[in-house]
């Protein structure tokens, strides 16, 4: 069927602009406390990754509450930084 006949609503460019406002990765969002997989492959990853994951969480959080967001030149800073990973 053809897309203009059948239109869906694609929230990933809106989901992807909104985490880069934030130092924010999609994985990031899945929350351990109410997914008991997303516990457990968190507690099979290196420490280091978990801690890292926890300092973006803090800066997102951080930076909500001040309501002040990543400039443009950091947001391609991070995104080529990611990329290298």
Known sequence: MSSHLNPVLDLRPLLHLSLSLYPLRYDDLYDPKHDLDIKEVLEGLPREVVDAQHQRLKRATDLSMKCQYLS???????RALATKM
């Open 72 to 78: 443009d030149f950091q947001v391609v800073f991070l």
